[in-house]
Every structure is written in structure tokens, then in C-alpha cells.
């Protein structure tokens, strides 16, 4: 039991009568929280709540149904949510003709926009050399067409884009990047990946200020249907952003509308983010970051630091491996960085006290990630700096300890640490069973003392529910699936308690926010959500289906469904 002596008055909202686990240190449970003033001033029984309860006090009976943090998501770009008016949403559908048929109706439902941008076709839904322009050009031939793959690492674009960037069968492909080409024609098939589709998106016209606010805004509702209060956005550009962006330079505005939301009052999720870095720059570009970092002064809304792409994807063969690909045995990708202007970027930033967030998908990127981040640690001296490397797809268990001695946090994507179709369909084709096999180890990090803040890398996951994320983290399959073949590594199987805590306070101490938020204390922040079942007392195949029935953000309710 636990109450604020400097705050000892009626509270606004108590919530009683529940299971609230706290996440704190000691995982404590209590039965009752008191908020005033956005802030928890009580944490305890029902009844020294019940001192607390005002005339104006809204008193909530949770009736033994769960309490807990607000869910933090470490990796999800809320602003490349753009909404269905001004993108086509692919996401949902499966086939070629799905996805052209739905290029036709929203062009001409939408002839004022100069380009047809969209998001969510499946690599594995074509041949490894990707879709075609031509089936593009077929329905859009008079506007470029810009459609972004799921995982985020690839664009489809027709013969119009193409014309406008000036791309032809001899245009130099920049390193790291790959332009497919049509075996037939010698030209350029229409599907462009990784640091080559800048030549495109760098010239065509980004989405606005207002577009990019409208799907933010869509984002933080869907966020608050299913519970989570905190977020890192891990690529947003500055408005003058050019060179090598990995082929979003749709998105330079990003910044801009964050600031507008915030400075409006809209935001209702707190979001940290980081701004990408460009390859071709090295440590050149860190005084500008840390000038765009210093600039923003808005509780809800702050950059970090910078973010790294070290590598592409396994589906896109992109993706910076040890040992080549199984259907390419003399080819094992080609990392984005050269490995001393990663080094030296990464010591200019940790010496101005800049967080560095690192996509590493293969193990080579990831010894590659962990060799920068040394660098820079002998170079500076040890400091709590909180480096994050993500997605870790492919890792060499060797490296796993220098995670827990060089302080880096783990951002893994549990949603995906399953079998399925694309696990035998892509990443057995594509790595070989033994390495497909050994995809995704989590529990392996924990063991070894590395801090893990899960994500889900929105929208690449659409939809992202943390509660699917934390069950997926436990099974390690998918719920429903008997076959015991079909766990993806099960001693890589984490607890509910430790599923719970990647999702809250690991994920704000990962966000340097663990003073505001990620658990249930005295002094912090009334980020709450209410499920309608305990979490420990139902099997772990039931978790990702139960309902979230209230989400508070600072103490205001920014979700309840009407069963509470």
C-alpha cells in the first residue's frame, strides 16, 4: 500500500474492486488506484481508497477484472498510418489481381491526387523478383504509382514513377539498394528495394502536414482501443531531409505534424521518436540531429536520437547474413553502412548524449550493430545511453552476452516469433530450416541480462494488439496450432510476467520515460488500462483474444467500452 503524503485529497477517478498489477519492482498486486490531476496519488487496498473518494470522485467498480500499465510500443511507425483517403490500403489482401483491383477503384475514386501512393502488398504473394510495372501501367498510366511493400523494404511503382526519376536500365544502383530487372526487356521490372527506391521517392512530392495528421490521428485511436498509452515512432525526417532515406522520403513531414498535434492537444498516446540517418553522411549529420532532438520541448512529444538502418529484410534478400542465402549460395547481402562511418556516427552521437536506435535483421548486421556501439563506448566512456537494436531476426547466439555488457536493449517483434505460411513459404527458402529454425530468440536475451522492450514495427503487424503480442511471446505459435512442430524454438518461450513487462516498464525504460509511466506507482502518470480478464488466471492461447475495456492516458479516458 502506497499513497503520496503531499497529495492526500479526493481523487477524480478511483478503481476498485480490481486485480491491479503493478509491474513495479517487486510485480506487487494491489486492489485499488486513485487518480488526481492526470497523476497516481494511490496505489493499495479498497478501502484506504475509499478515504480518498470525493463528491466529484468517479468511482469505478472493476469487479475483479485486470488493471494494469498502459502498453508501450518501442517500435511502430504511428506516422505512416496514412489514411484510406490519401493511400491505398493493401493490407488484408492477398493476390496480384486483388492488389491492381484495388489500385483501379482508388484512382478513380480519387482523381485529384497527383500520385497513388500505398502500403501492404506481400512479398510472397509473386516471385522473388518482385511484381511487375506492367500491371500497374494496365489501370494508372498517367500518374506515378508508389505502392510500399508490408515490411516497409520494398516499392511497386509503374512506368509513370519510373519515367519521372529518370530510372532506366542504366541508372547506377546505389549500394545497398537493388533495382529488379525484367529478364525479357532488360529494363526495370517494377519493383524496386532498399536505398535504391530513393531515386523515386526522393522525387516525388511527399504526403502533406495535413495527410500525415489525419492518419496520426487514426493511429492514437486504434492505440487507445487496445490499450497503449506510450509509443516510439523510429523514423521520422526532417522537413529538408534528402540523400539516402531508405525510401521514405514520402515521409519528410512527420515532424511537422507531430508538433502541430502535439501543440493542439490531440495527442493522447506520449511519443518518443528518432530521426533516420543517411549511410552516405556518416557523423557529418549528428549536429543536426541533435539540434532537431534539443528543438522539441513537448512532454507528449520528443526525439531521442537517431535511427540506423544497418540492413534490409530476409523476404526482400536484403536482409546482412554470416553465411549466404540458401537460394543463393554466393550471395549473403550487403549491409547500408560501411562499418567505420556506422563507428563513427555512433560515437558523435553517444557523446552528445543521443539515443541510437539500430535495425539489424541479419546477424552479420547485428555484429555490425554491436561493433559501432563499442566503438563508441570505448571511445566516450560507459554511460546509461540505452542504445536499441531491433528486430533480431538472425542472431549469433555468441553476441548475445555483449548486448547485457554494452547496456543495448533488445527491441524483438513477438507478433512474429511464430510459424506459418511465410515462415515455410520465404524464410525456410530463403535461410535454410536450421536458421529459420532459430529465428527470434527472446528468452535467450532475457537469460543473459539484456532488457527487452517489445514492439510490433506497425503497420508491417496490422493489426497490433500488445495482448496478441504477449500471447505469441509465450507460445511461440499460433494460437489454435497442436502440432508441436510448429513452436518456433520453444525454449525461446517467455512467461506472461515477462511478456507483461516488455510491454510497460521495460519498454519505458528503453523510451528513458520510466519515471513518468510503464508501471502502476505513486508520482507517475495514470496510464491505465483495464482488461476484462486476469491475465494469469486464463491459458495463455486466451490472452491475445481478451478485451481491453478502458484505456486512461494521463488520467483522462481515452477509450471505454461501454460494458465498464
Known amino acids: 500500500?502506497?499513497?503520496?503524503?503531499?497529495?492526500?485529497?479526493?481523487?477524480?477517478?478511483?478503481?476498485?474492486?480490481?486485480?491491479?498489477?503493478?509491474?513495479?519492482?517487486?510485480?506487487?498486486?494491489?486492489?485499488?488506484?486513485?487518480?488526481?490531476?492526470?497523476?497516481?496519488?494511490?496505489?493499495?487496498?479498497?478501502?484506504?481508497?475509499?478515504?480518498?473518494?470525493?463528491?466529484?470522485?468517479?468511482?469505478?467498480?472493476?469487479?475483479?477484472?485486470?488493471?494494469?500499465?498502459?502498453?508501450?510500443?518501442?517500435?511502430?511507425?504511428?506516422?505512416?498510418?496514412?489514411?484510406?483517403?490519401?493511400?491505398?490500403?493493401?493490407?488484408?489482401?492477398?493476390?496480384?489481381?486483388?492488389?491492381?483491383?484495388?489500385?483501379?477503384?482508388?484512382?478513380?475514386?480519387?482523381?485529384?491526387?497527383?500520385?497513388?501512393?500505398?502500403?501492404?502488398?506481400?512479398?510472397?504473394?509473386?516471385?522473388?523478383?518482385?511484381?511487375?510495372?506492367?500491371?500497374?501501367?494496365?489501370?494508372?498510366?498517367?500518374?506515378?504509382?508508389?505502392?510500399?511493400?508490408?515490411?516497409?523494404?520494398?516499392?511497386?511503382?509503374?512506368?509513370?514513377?519510373?519515367?519521372?526519376?529518370?530510372?532506366?536500365?542504366?541508372?547506377?544502383?546505389?549500394?545497398?539498394?537493388?533495382?529488379?530487372?525484367?529478364?525479357?526487356?532488360?529494363?526495370?521490372?517494377?519493383?524496386?528495394?532498399?536505398?535504391?527506391?530513393?531515386?523515386?521517392?526522393?522525387?516525388?512530392?511527399?504526403?502533406?502536414?495535413?495527410q500525415i495528421k489525419t492518419g496520426i490521428r487514426d493511429f492514437l485511436r486504434e492505440a487507445a482501443r487496445v490499450g497503449i498509452t506510450s509509443v516510439h515512432d523510429p523514423l521520422l525526417l526532417l522537413p529538408d531531409s534528402g540523400g539516402q532515406l531508405n525510401g521514405f522520403g514520402s515521409a519528410r513531414n512527420s515532424v511537422?505534424?507531430?508538433?502541430?498535434?502535439?501543440?493542439?492537444?490531440?495527442?493522447?498516446?506520449?511519443?518518443?521518436?528518432?530521426?533516420?540517418?543517411?549511410?552516405?553522411?556518416?557523423?557529418?549529420?549528428?549536429?543536426?540531429?541533435?539540434?532537431?532532438?534539443?528543438?522539441?520541448?513537448?512532454?507528449?512529444?520528443?526525439?531521442?536520437?537517431?535511427?540506423?538502418?544497418?540492413?534490409?529484410?530476409?523476404?526482400?534478400?536484403?536482409?546482412?547474413?554470416?553465411?549466404?542465402?540458401?537460394?543463393?549460395?554466393?550471395?549473403?547481402?550487403?549491409?547500408?553502412?560501411?562499418?567505420?562511418?556506422?563507428?563513427?556516427?555512433?560515437?558523435?552521437?553517444?557523446?552528445?548524449?543521443?539515443?541510437?536506435?539500430?535495425?539489424?535483421?541479419?546477424?552479420?548486421?547485428?555484429?555490425m550493430a554491436l561493433e559501432a556501439l563499442e566503438y563508441a563506448r570505448a571511445h566516450n566512456g560507459p554511460r546509461d545511453s540505452r542504445h536499441l537494436i531491433t528486430h533480431l531476426q538472425i542472431v549469433d547466439y555468441g553476441d548475445i552476452p555483449r548486448f547485457a555488457r554494452l547496456g543495448v536493449v533488445g527491441v524483438p517483434q513477438p507478433f512474429w516469433h511464430v510459424k506459418g505460411a511465410f515462415f515455410r513459404e520465404i524464410e525456410v527458402k530463403f535461410l535454410g530450416i536450421e536458421r529459420a529454425e532459430k529465428e527470434y530468440p527472446m528468452k535467450s536475451f532475457l537469460d543473459a541480462g539484456v532488457t527487452l522492450a517489445s514492439a510490433s514495427d506497425y503497420p508491417v503487424q496490422v493489426p497490433s494488439p500488445p495482448l496478441v503480442g504477449i500471447m505469441r511471446g509465450v507460445l511461440r505459435r499460433q494460437a489454435g496450432e497442436t502440432d508441436p512442430d510448429e513452436i518456433l524454438g520453444s525454449s525461446e518461450r517467455m512467461t506472461p510476467a515477462d511478456m507483461l513487462a516488455s510491454f510497460t516498464i521495460s519498454g519505458a525504460y528503453a523510451n528513458g520515460i520510466e519515471d513518468e509511466t510503464g508501471s502502476i506507482e505513486v508520482g507517475k502518470k495514470a496510464d491505465l488500462v483495464v482488461l476484462e480478464k486476469n491475465l494469469f488466471d486464463i491459458p495463455a492461447e486466451q490472452i491475445g483474444a481478451v478485451p481491453v475495456l478502458m484505456t486512461l492516458f494521463e488520467g483522462r479516458t481515452v477509450y471505454r467500452d461501454p460494458a465498464i
Not at 511484381?131 to 508490408?150: C, F, G, I, Q
Request: charged residues 20%; contains cysteine.
Open 256 to 367: 511537422a505534424a507531430y508538433q502541430n498535434l502535439a501543440a493542439n492537444g490531440e495527442l493522447t498516446c506520449r511519443v518518443r521518436g528518432t530521426i533516420l540517418t543517411d549511410p552516405t553522411r556518416g557523423d557529418l549529420q549528428v549536429p543536426a540531429l541533435a539540434a532537431a532532438c534539443a528543438a522539441q520541448k513537448h512532454p507528449l512529444f520528443r526525439i531521442n536520437g537517431a535511427k540506423v538502418f544497418v540492413d534490409g529484410v530476409v523476404e526482400g534478400g536484403t536482409a546482412y547474413l554470416q553465411k549466404p542465402y540458401a537460394h543463393k549460395p554466393d550471395f549473403r547481402g550487403e549491409p547500408l553502412w560501411e562499418q567505420d562511418r556506422l563507428n563513427a556516427l555512433c560515437r558523435a552521437a553517444d557523446r552528445l548524449n543521443l539515443q541510437i536506435h539500430i535495425h539489424a535483421i541479419g546477424d552479420a548486421a547485428v555484429k
Open 1 to 210: 500500500m502506497s499513497v503520496n503524503e503531499d497529495l492526500r485529497q479526493h481523487a477524480d477517478i478511483i478503481l476498485q474492486n480490481g486485480v491491479v498489477y503493478t509491474v513495479d519492482q517487486r510485480r506487487s498486486l494491489a486492489e485499488a488506484v486513485a487518480v488526481a490531476g492526470g497523476d497516481i496519488i494511490y496505489v493499495g487496498s479498497n478501502s484506504g481508497a475509499a478515504g480518498l473518494t470525493g463528491p466529484q470522485t468517479e468511482v469505478i467498480d472493476l469487479g475483479g477484472k485486470m488493471l494494469l500499465p498502459g502498453f508501450i510500443d518501442s517500435h511502430a511507425h504511428a506516422s505512416a498510418t496514412i489514411n484510406e483517403d490519401d493511400s491505398v490500403i493493401l493490407d488484408g489482401l492477398d493476390s496480384a489481381a486483388a492488389y491492381v483491383s484495388a489500385v483501379k477503384e482508388f484512382a478513380a475514386a480519387h482523381p485529384d491526387l497527383s500520385v497513388i501512393y500505398g502500403h501492404g502488398w506481400r512479398n510472397e504473394a509473386f516471385a522473388p523478383e518482385g511484381p511487375l510495372k506492367e500491371a500497374l501501367d494496365a489501370v494508372v498510366w498517367n500518374r506515378p504509382v508508389s505502392l510500399m511493400s508490408n515490411d516497409g523494404h520494398s516499392i511497386w511503382v509503374n512506368s509513370r514513377a519510373l519515367e519521372m526519376a529518370g530510372v532506366t536500365r542504366h541508372t547506377p544502383c546505389p549500394a545497398g539498394g537493388l533495382i529488379e530487372m525484367n529478364p525479357m526487356t532488360g529494363e526495370p521490372a517494377g519493383t524496386v528495394r532498399e536505398t535504391a527506391r530513393d531515386l523515386i521517392q526522393n522525387v516525388l512530392p511527399p504526403y502533406t502536414v495535413e
